[in-house]
């Protein structure tokens, strides 16, 4: 197929160039909105690109004029992305585009979907994260598409080599700004790039890809502990040196709680006798008041690291995720079945990320002048 893709200079879009390219799968129309954008796809020899604004109708249209489908993975705003769903549809019907795969996200449910979420399960537009609001309003844009054949995908946690979940571990591993909110237990809902990759290419021709949006993931949904344990012990880390800091709003939450007993504990420490109540109960209830009443205490422990700075309600909702999606629709509608095992997947990742970012004694090697001995 000739295939166009949208967004083939971020993450997702150069690993399709560049699986496409190298196997000779499809023909591949890079689209971006400037040359320099494509410095990155030269060394495959992508052998056609065209220049135009995702947002700019008219550009877009003749960028993908004779394309068999168009595959939309382009990130962005918030207003870009609702602007660029609706510009994408519209440039297929009038380039004469039959199929746009366009690349939603798990995240049209929140980063912490409540239990019994599913492909079925009508998503809204008033969560606390704008990035999933606007997702919601993109996937409403392309319901009203006429003229096109639209399949969505919803990925969850997209990774591998280069992806943004890793690409900062190393400096703050190194730092002491790596954390895990909640201890990092929560689930993750993560597909690797390859296997986006694969349900992409299920997408351009399955025919029923179009009659829903579909979650696509890997085939195990580890803890979030679990998904960064392989990359941080392949750097000499340990998941100890991940601070477990509180998710976002857990404190005030606990000082509600304890608001609440407080109460309770003062009229039973005024109204219970002191022949029913030992002295050393009695002298727990009070040490318990206190701590309730008193504003804490500065620590006398000096900690070994700069402490992390606090999550924002993306990460806190994410760490402390308690659901994990189902893909029933897309294993039996679409036949999608991810060909890269979740453990050969972090795996390459971690191995990726310890020679793209060298040990310390490495480091310090390649700074070092050049020794002109005999051993030099």
């Known amino acids: 197929m000739r295939v166009a893709i949208v967004g083939a200079s971020g993450f997702v879009g150069t690993r399709l160039v560049e699986r496409w390219t190298l196997t000779g799968a499809h023909e591949v129309i ?23 604004d995702a947002l700019d109708l008219p550009a877009l249209t003749a960028a993908i004029r004779g394309c068999d489908a168009l595959v939309h993975v382009m990130v962005g705003d918030p207003q870009q992305i609702v602007n660029a769903a609706e510009v994408a549809w519209q440039a297929c019907r009038d380039a004469g585009v039959a199929r746009l795969v366009y690349t939603s996200s798990a995240s049209v449910f929140g980063q912490n979907p409540p239990p019994g979420t599913d492909d079925h399960t009508v998503p809204h537009d008033h969560h606390a994260v704008e990035y999933n609001n606007a997702k919601v309003r993109a996937e409403r844009a392309l319901a009203q598409a006429e003229g096109v054949e639209v399949a969505i995908l919803r990925p969850g946690i997209v990774y591998g080599p280069r992806s943004q ?26 597909i690797y790039v390859d296997n986006l990759v694969h349900a992409i290419e299920i997408a351009l021709t399955h025919p029923s890809a179009c009659s829903q949006p579909f979650y696509v993931a890997d085939e195990d949904a580890l803890a979030w502990r679990d998904f960064y344990r392989p990359a941080v012990e392949r750097l000499g880390y340990d998941l100890a040196d991940m601070a477990a800091v ?15 007993l407080m109460p309770v504990m003062k009229a039973g420490a005024r109204i219970v006798s002191p022949r029913i109540v030992p002295a050393r109960a009695r002298d727990a209830m009070r040490a318990a008041l206190d701590v309730l009443t008193s504003p804490p205490r500065a620590s006398s422990f000096a900690l070994p690291h700069p402490e992390p700075p606090a999550p924002s309600i993306e990460l806190s909702e994410l760490h402390t995720c308690a659901t994990r999606l189902p893909m029933h629709d897309a294993t039996t509608i679409l036949g999608y079945t991810p060909p890269v095992p979740t453990a ?10 310890a020679e793209a970012w060298p040990s310390d004694q490495e480091a310090a090697r390649a700074a070092a002048p050049l020794d002109q001995g005999a051993d030099g």
């Open 30 to 52: 890079a689209v971006a909105r400037n040359a320099t954008s494509l410095a990155r796809l030269a060394r495959f020899g992508v052998p056609r690109w065209e220049q135009a």
């Open 344 to 353: 050969t997947a972090l795996a390459r990742t971690a191995e990726w990320l």
């Open 246 to 260: 509180a998710p976002v709003g857990a404190s005030r939450g606990r000082r509600r709680g304890a608001a609440a």
């Open 165 to 190: 979940w890793f690409t900062t571990l190393p400096r703050d591993l190194e730092g002491g700004a790596a954390m895990l909110v909640g201890g990092g237990t929560g689930v993750c809902n993560h």
